[in-house]
Each structure stands twice: as C-alpha cells, then as structure tokens.
C-alpha cells in the first residue's frame, strides 16, 4: 500500500480523548490493571495518520503570517461538489445548496428548532448514536424509538410499520435518519431508503439526515445519498456531512450542510445565524481542501481496504472463539456492535463485569447500552491489523475464556 495503516501512532499526550481521556468518567473506559496499556477501541475516532495533503495544506496556509477575517473561497464548494459527484454520485449539487457547519450534532438541533417546536417528539431508530440522544435531551425534544429488527441473516432492517405507527400515534413531524448506521455500520439500500422516505413523505414528516460515515464502506457497498433517491427526498431532507469521520479531522472542527428547498435553507441559516457562532476556522476549510484532493481519494480507498480487512478478521474470530456473542458484521463504519445477551446468561455474569474485564487488560471498549443496546459493547477497530489482533488475543485469554 501507498500509504502508513500498519505504525502504531503514538497519541499519548497528544490531547486525543481516545488516549488521555481514559480514567476521566462519564462514559468513559476505567484505566486498565498494571502491565497493560491501552488499546483505544471506545471514541469513534481512528489510529492512524490522515493523508498528507491535509496537513500539508495546512502548514502551507499557516506560512501566511495572517490569519484575519477572509471570504470562503469558491474552491471550498467546488471540492465539495466534486467529492460528492466522484463519490456518492451526487449530480446537480451547487454552492447555493452548500452551508458550513461547526459540527454535525450543532446542525441537528438547529434543524430541529426550525422544523419543530420545543418538547416536540422526533422518530429515531434504536440502536441510536449516544450523540443523537444527548442533542435531543439538551434541547428538550422527546424521543420516540423505532427499533431496528435483525433479519433471518442477522442483517439489521427498519421496520417501516412500527415507524409508521409511532409517527401517526405521537404526531411526529421531524425525524433523525443515520445513514450509514451508527452504531450498527449498516449501509441502506436504495430500495429501503425509498421506503423510509415514503413513510415519512405519507405523513409529512421532515429529515435530518446524517451521512457522516458515507465515505466509510465496506466491501462491496455502496452508499446512496438519500436526497438521491427522489424528488420528494430531496424538498424533504436536510443532509449533513464532514470529512472528519473519513480522515480523523474531529478536533479541527467543520461540517456542511446539503439542502435542495430554499425556504427550508433558508429559515435553517437563520437559525444558525442567531448564535453568530457558526463560523468556520480558516485551518479547517484547508484541511477539507487537502483532504477532497486526488490523493484524499485514493487514501480513502486503501483505508476502506484496510478497515474491511480489520471487520473480516474481527467477525471470523468472534464467531470462531467466542460462542454466545452476537454480532450483526458491519457494511460500513469502523465500529462493532457486540450484543452479550446469550454469553452472559451461559456464564452468569453480568454487561457490566464482561465491560470491566476487558477494561482492565487494556481493551478500551465502550458501553453499549447508552446506544439503547442491552447487553451490548461498542468496538472500534480504526487500528493498524495488529492492534485488532492483539486485542481479541487478550479477550479471549483473559476476558471471555
């Protein structure tokens, strides 16, 4: 390969939460026992290096001894539209439909105010982001769940009657749609995808669609847009997107928005615009540049090939040394979803022992149930192969035996 998957990056000290953030609360990992270090596998942030033109890109705008107030090039817009073309075959997409946002979840509740009013319900699918419920809570929105259903090939499917049966009983009018799923990395197919879009088009509910993961697919999947598969889809929908999942830009800060229905775009940039806070860093409209480059493309498809590579490995060994736990193998994202309900009942303990023990060897998993999963442990696998191998050595030695 071109390009570094397989170093060890060092990120200790480097104020990474994945690292340094281990032993602070919350939900975050206890440190592990003496003897062990840690192998982050709980933020969904990856260890390894971005593609070089990013910072690059960067230092070469840093160099310009001033940093004061400047206009958004037309060469920010025109990346993003052809990131979005050569991508997820997105055609018609102009600068007039493109907005910068300070991050996905601010772009979320900004929505949300102007499609609904406050203590409103909004129809998400469970399992659900951790961040979805948290934006929600904060803004004083009630959550109503509509579970996704694991098919007879243990493949995770909306069930379009039961979202269509909350909607109509809690009067819904606004729903937040992942695509790719997090956390159970499934990539909608089109024809689903159409589906959810007529339940929702059936009873007027709009979309807030997340498709931060897109560029992040597996094998061979394919993301549709989901603004892509009508026209319904795209006056009903206001997508949001970020490099930072793709090449691990998080800390920089900056996300977009999509959206086809002026007056939707418009009462939305208005409710960005009352904060005044929505502004974008200048090194962070470059990072954007060196990464939806001809390099950051071909950087994106090694790092597909590798972390395909990582999920086959992790599901082979899972299913092969580890009888009892479940897991339903990802399309997209870099994240497992491991339901212990069976190995726990087997072994007679409990989530929270099997979450503890891997902990204390090292293993910085994340707590599933604060996605709505019972039972269930979240596991990142952005990590050179060896890493990934070192971790389910120590599993299966110390933890699930």
Not at 59 to 88: F, L
Not at 150 to 178: L, T
Request: glycine letters at 8%; charged letters at 25%.
């Amino acid at each position: 390969m071109k390009y570094d998957f397989t170093n060890i990056l060092d990120r200790k000290g480097k104020d990474a939460i994945a690292y340094d953030g281990i032993g602070t609360g919350g939900f975050a990992p206890e440190p592990p026992k003496e003897g062990f270090d840690v192998i982050p596998m709980w933020i969904a942030d990856m260890n390894f290096p971005t593609v070089p033109t990013i910072p690059e890109a960067m230092i070469e705008r840093a160099k310009h001894p001033a940093y004061g107030y400047y206009v958004t090039p037309d060469a920010y817009y025109d990346a993003i539209i052809s990131w979005q073309k050569d991508r997820n075959g997105v055609t018609n997409l102009t600068a007039e439909n493109i907005d910068y946002l300070n991050g996905v979840l601010g772009g979320v509740a900004a929505a949300l105010k102007v499609l609904i009013g406050p203590g409103d319900p909004v129809l998400v699918h469970r399992p659900t982001y951790i961040g979805f419920t948290n934006t929600l809570r904060s803004n004083g929105y009630k959550i109503i769940h509509s579970d996704l259903k694991k098919d007879e090939n243990g493949v995770w499917r909306m069930d379009y009657e039961d979202m269509e049966k909350k909607i109509q009983e809690n009067h819904i009018h606004a729903a937040v749609f992942c695509s790719p799923h997090n956390p159970t990395g499934r990539v909608w197919e089109r024809e689903e995808i159409e589906k959810a879009m007529e339940v929702y088009q059936r009873n007027q509910v709009y979309v807030i669609d997340d498709e931060i993961w897109s560029d992040i697919i597996l094998s061979n999947h394919r993301h549709i847009p989901t603004q892509s598969v009508s026209e319904d889809a795209r006056q009903r929908t206001i997508s949001l997107y970020a490099p930072s999942k793709t090449f691990n830009l998080a800390g920089l800060i900056g996300s977009y928005s999509i959206i086809y229905n002026k007056d939707l775009r418009d009462r939305y940039l208005a409710e960005l615009g009352r904060t005044h806070l929505n502004s974008m860093n200048i090194l962070s409209m470059y990072a954007l540049l060196g990464a939806y480059t001809e390099e950051g493309r071909e950087w994106v498809d090694e790092l597909r090939e590798v972390l395909t590579g990582n999920v086959d490995y992790a599901v082979q060994f899972i299913h092969e040394h580890f009888p009892g736990v479940e897991v339903s193998k990802p399309q997209g994202t870099y994240m497992l979803f491991l339901d212990f309900t069976e190995w726990c009942r087997e072994h007679g303990v409990t989530i929270r022992e099997v979450k503890k023990a891997g902990w204390d060897v090292g293993v910085a998993w994340q707590d599933g149930e604060i996605f709505g999963g019972k039972n269930c442990i979240r596991m990142n696998l952005a990590l050179p192969l060896s890493k990934v191998k070192e971790a389910f050595d120590r599993l299966q030695k110390y933890v699930l035996k």
